[in-house]
């Protein structure tokens, strides 16, 4: 007669049921991951300079060790904290260079509608290439530093600035000999709005005189450009800033086809030497005018 195999006492059953719980969770998130992130961890795997080693590292932890808690929920509880830690810049960043082209060009339509849903999905906003009927001469370009703009009547590098700290780290950028495309931001110093001020701290230049049409419908597009929003993506890093439209440029001459201000460079890390680099920009569809300007965060 064949032995009967003995039963495990009741405490090296229940661990063995944990370890094949574990072993199904585990199991499920990889394939979640796979199938979700599939490309992005490919890029990852290549490209492990681009990353905070810290995140990176308690995914390969999850995905490789076994388990150490005394009980599921204690596992689960460490699968979900792992997951929420991944990050997400590396997936935008891969997501993008999956899209973009090697070399910057003007985009084409299914590029552009490829990075509207990158983008729109990852910063929870309404972006889009073409707005009102109207769109730039591109949406991929390089991005060139520009100076202070006055704003208003009397403001100079003394009197530019709402705190000590952006004084000591933009001041030397300087003052532009010039006003804004639109003038000044504000009638006086005592006008002066918080508003007013984030307009000018946060501004880029954009070529809105090499929009189609734009000489025959120059008060059209003069308006509708004024302040307009948009969101300007560092897509090597993943920053990216809401920035409005306050003045006119570059030149095409200077092979650039935006500019941003000190604090917009800075934020999006566009300082090397040169002080130039590739962004993408694109309109800001917000009618009800709720998106605040500055720095902007993925939606986790």
Aim: charged share 25%; net charge positive.
């Amino acid at each position: 007669m064949p032995t009967k195999k003995p039963s495990l006492p009741a405490g090296r059953q229940a661990h063995k049921v944990l370890l094949e719980k574990w072993a199904a969770e585990n199991l499920k998130l990889k394939r979640d991951l796979a199938k979700k992130h599939g490309s992005s961890l490919k890029w990852l795997s290549q490209n492990s300079k681009n990353l905070a080693l810290g995140s990176l590292g308690a995914l390969l932890m999850l995905a490789s060790s076994g388990p150490q808690a005394s009980s599921i929920r204690h596992v689960t509880f460490a699968q979900e904290e792992a997951k929420k830690n991944i990050d997400q810049k590396a997936f935008l960043i891969s997501d993008l260079s999956n899209v973009l082209p090697k070399q910057v060009r003007p985009l084409d339509q299914t590029e552009e509608s490829q990075i509207s849903q990158i983008l729109s999905r990852s910063f929870g906003l309404d972006v889009k290439p073409t707005l009102e009927g109207k769109r730039l001469n591109t949406t991929y370009g390089i991005i060139g530093k520009e100076q202070h703009l006055a704003r208003f009547p009397g403001d100079s590098i003394d009197t530019h600035f709402d705190n000590t700290t952006d004084s000591a780290k933009f001041s030397s950028e300087g003052m532009a000999p010039g006003l804004s495309a639109w003038g000044y931001f504000a009638k006086s110093q005592t006008q002066m709005t918080t508003k007013d001020s984030d307009r000018e701290k946060y501004y880029i230049a954009v070529q809105t005189f090499l929009s189609q049409d734009f000489s025959e419908r120059f008060a059209q597009y003069r308006d509708f450009y004024k302040y307009r929003k948009m969101l300007v993506v560092n897509p090597t890093n993943g920053r990216a800033i809401v920035a409005d439209i306050a003045d006119a440029g570059p030149a095409p001459w200077t092979g650039k086809q935006l500019g941003g201000s000190a604090e917009v460079m800075s934020y999006l890390e566009r300082v090397d030497g040169a002080g130039r680099g590739a962004v993408l920009y694109f309109f800001i569809d917000d009618p009800n005018n709720k998106v605040p300007l500055g720095p902007i965060d993925i939606v986790k």
